[in-house]
């Protein structure tokens, strides 16, 4: 039973578009929300968290919205870039500690030039 | 520089026999954790530490083994009860206990032949 559900498994955007990456939770009781990327051949970096007290966390380029009613969070990425080409894992959590998050598969975006 | 390092990237074992996977960060991080990526999936956890001589069971921990001697070491065993061990596996750190943001290595690929 995925708890946390990334149903779109890649995503190919024009440079300077705008990248949507959808991410779906069955979950009611997950409060804690963040985003990893991923390039090939290295770990996963940390891009943006969200706490359920908020519905929307901006870093620069990137913004996260969080829908608690639909369970369901995007994160926005304007305006694309040829470096944001990787892998993005949504995931999410009851509280914020670590061992408690429940991850989804991954998305590859790629952006074209 | 500081960082988190797995080895070996690829490992192949036949059925039947155990094989370390090794973990070693220089980030002060006191707490390390161990996930397994399989295509379609989310990262799920095996064991995670917090302190020396401590560790504590993921959600799929049962063929798995770990030791936490060292602060900066958290090497996994693959035991041959393992059913499926043929997966990605990364290891992660972060400071502050278990809040914060995760630090990962690049992974090592284990395939059972």
């Known amino acids: 039973d995925q708890q946390v559900k990334q149903n779109s498994p890649s995503l190919s955007v024009q440079e300077g578009r705008i990248s949507i990456l959808n991410c779906d939770y069955t979950?009611?009781?997950?409060?804690?929300f963040l985003w990893y990327k991923k390039y090939p051949a290295e770990g996963p970096t940390f891009l943006i968290s969200?706490?359920?007290i908020k519905d929307k966390n901006e870093d620069g380029r990137f913004t996260v919205f969080l829908n608690k009613s639909a369970k369901h969070l995007s994160l926005h990425i304007v305006p694309s870039q040829p470096g944001d080409s990787a892998v993005y894992f949504c995931a999410g959590s009851i509280g914020d500690s670590n061992y408690q998050l429940i991850w989804g598969a991954g998305t590859k975006l790629i952006i074209k030039p | 520089d500081g960082g988190i390092t797995q080895s070996p990237k690829y490992l192949f074992r036949k059925e039947g026999q155990n094989v370390t996977l090794s973990c070693e960060q220089n980030?002060?991080?006191?707490?390390m954790y161990w996930y397994r990526q399989d295509p379609g999936q989310g990262l799920r956890l095996i064991y995670y530490s917090q302190i020396v001589n401590d560790f504590q069971k993921g959600d799929i921990a049962e063929g798995y083994s770990v030791s936490r001697e060292k602060k900066e070491s958290f090497p996994l065993t693959v035991t041959s009860a393992q059913k499926n061990p043929t997966a990605f596996y990364l290891c992660?750190?972060?400071?502050?206990?278990?809040?914060?943001?995760?630090?990962f290595g690049e992974g090592s690929r284990l395939t059972v032949l």
């Open positions: 979950n009611s009781m997950f409060d804690y």
């Open positions: 980030l002060n991080h006191d707490a």
């Open positions: 992660a750190s972060s400071t502050g206990g278990y809040t914060g943001e995760l630090f």
């Open positions: 969200i706490s359920s």
